[in-house]
């Protein structure tokens, strides 16, 4: 059984290795016979790494490495070419001195590596050298791969002065290559954002960007089938009580769901990977992968709510950001937080819907992000999360926002009556916000709650049942209570007294700390 390559990101290791490589080779023979320069923005820990370290094999010529792939027989291994690897993903950024540092240092490295001088003293004037030179000496034309261009941006992103002296620094450092066009082969650049600010993408006329292009939506990530044929071991032998095709509805479910063109779907690699190294399913992707500027952007924008529903958006609403006005919806898309799921023409233009792309993210962003670091919001975005649960009839994901708030009941206060559950869950939901009444008056009663909200009316009732002595099994079945209860709304029409408003009926049946819901559109 192949071994999994878990943060490994060079393709050469990986292959004399004998680590698992899905194919991404058919995408990369595309794009070096079709185009020159190409832009590629994708979420942290995604592929693009190992992406450019392929290309970086590729027009070295290392032949070897590419036996039973794609692109074997079909690239001519004798045109090969040096490649100069800009990797921004690791180093020093605090300051521009040190950004300038880490930049002289790679190329001072290249200029060692293959013995030719450095004449120039400027930053852009040593770059401009390392491309002229290696052309010179090899007389073949120099490949540019530039790994999360925008990480020294992204790094000061709440550091106003040292980002605005990076980015000078960065645009004058780019520009070289729109200088130095004659001497390269073959550019490709990869980022998180894509930042209006950046020269990079004006001066590079011929840029390609590829971030939304249908014909390489599934460049990075594992497609369906991918997953299948190459994971196919560990699947069978995934450890949990699950059948095989369960494992893979789970797998969906979790970690599947990405998209850029919104027709292909492709698994978050790092969490696919570590689930199989893990064998349980976890938040992995969202602990490593949530860049600190977008806890601050969260921290200060009014238009995080968004994000709870379904969004409508214009293509260019997202293409680009610009970081002194920066747009969190566009970050939330680039950063992998949301995803597209339609592409919708209106008027003529293109317009996305976005939405979570599967429960991994959901979840840790809905519950440990803000948990952890919006705490002053938090009652806010619970609430609107309940409302979009409530308005979608998403009775799973509504249940388990009840069961959570129960099971954090300690059990010595804990009291087995029917007003007991009414009074917390009225309590709780005044908490967060809701205008919850209990015992409102009809003309033929009482119903046990209401909540009212601008554009609809929730009418709730209550149902308990005592368990079996030394058992958590309810005297009474939880369907025959969902169904009393449901039948009680029906019957005495309680929402008769809101005829203006959209009503939905919900029915909670409690046994113990159990519970289970039923929402209905009336």
Not at 11 to 40: C, M, P, Q
């Amino acid at each position: 059984m192949k071994k999994l390559p878990i943060g490994i990101q060079t393709f050469s290791e990986i292959r004399d290795e004998n680590y698992i490589y899905v194919d991404k080779t058919k995408y990369i023979h595309k794009l070096a016979t079709e185009g020159k320069v190409y832009f590629l923005s994708r979420p942290r820990r995604f592929g693009k790494s190992l992406l450019l370290s392929t290309i970086e094999e590729l027009f070295k010529g290392n032949k070897q490495l590419f036996e039973g792939l794609y692109i074997h027989d079909k690239w001519d291994w004798e045109d090969s070419h040096h490649v100069i690897h800009l990797d921004l993903s690791d180093g020093d950024f605090r300051t521009a001195e040190k950004l300038e540092n880490s930049l002289e240092d790679i190329i001072n490295r290249y200029a060692r590596e293959l013995e030719i001088p450095i004449y120039s003293k400027t930053l852009p004037g040593k770059f401009t050298d390392l491309i002229f030179e290696t052309y010179k000496k090899t007389r073949k034309k120099v490949v540019v791969l530039i790994d999360e261009y925008d990480k020294p941006i992204i790094a000061n992103i709440t550091k106003k002065d040292v980002l605005n002296s990076n980015q000078e620094i960065l645009k004058s450092f780019y520009n070289v290559l729109k200088g130095t066009d004659k001497y390269i082969k073959f550019i490709f650049i990869t980022g998180v954002s894509k930042f209006a600010n950046m020269s990079i993408f004006s001066s590079l006329n011929s840029l390609n960007d590829i971030t939304l292009n249908r014909d390489f939506a599934c460049i990075c990530g594992y497609t369906h089938q991918e997953l299948k044929n190459k994971f196919k071991d560990y699947l069978i032998n995934f450890e949990d009580e699950l059948s095989y095709e369960e494992t893979i509805n789970k797998i969906n479910c979790w970690y599947d769901g990405y998209s850029w063109d919104g027709k292909n779907y492709v698994y978050n690699p790092f969490s696919t990977l570590h689930l199989f190294k893990d064998k349980k399913f976890s938040d992995y992707w969202f602990d490593t992968a949530t860049p600190e500027f977008l806890i601050e952007i969260l921290k200060s924008s009014k238009d995080y709510k968004e994000v709870l529903k379904p969004i409508l958006i214009k293509e260019s609403r997202f293409k680009t950001f610009n970081y002194e006005n920066i747009d969190p919806i566009s970050i939330f898309f680039q950063t992998g937080y949301l995803t597209i799921v339609e592409e919708i023409v209106i008027g003529g233009v293109i317009h996305y819907k976005l939405e979570f792309p599967n429960f991994e993210v959901e979840n840790s962003l809905l519950d440990h992000l803000i948990d952890l670091n919006l705490s002053e919001r938090k009652t806010e975005i619970k609430k609107e999360k309940i409302i979009s649960f409530i308005e979608k009839n998403d009775n799973e994901n509504f249940q388990k926002e009840m069961r959570a708030f129960l099971a954090r009941i300690p059990n010595r206060i804990h009291i087995e009556q029917e007003y007991y559950y009414q009074s917390i869950f009225l309590a709780w939901l005044n908490a967060l916000g809701f205008e919850a009444e209990g015992e409102t008056p009809t003309n033929i009663g009482f119903t046990d709650m209401i909540l009212k909200e601008e554009d609809f009316v929730v009418v709730t009732e209550f149902k308990f049942s005592k368990t079996k002595p030394d058992t958590n099994i309810p005297i009474k079945s939880f369907d025959k209570m969902l169904e009393a209860g449901m039948d009680q709304i029906k019957t005495k029409k309680y929402y008769e007294k809101y005829p203006d408003k959209k009503i939905i009926a919900i029915a909670i049946a409690f046994a113990g700390k159990q519970l289970q819901t039923q929402i209905e559109r009336i």
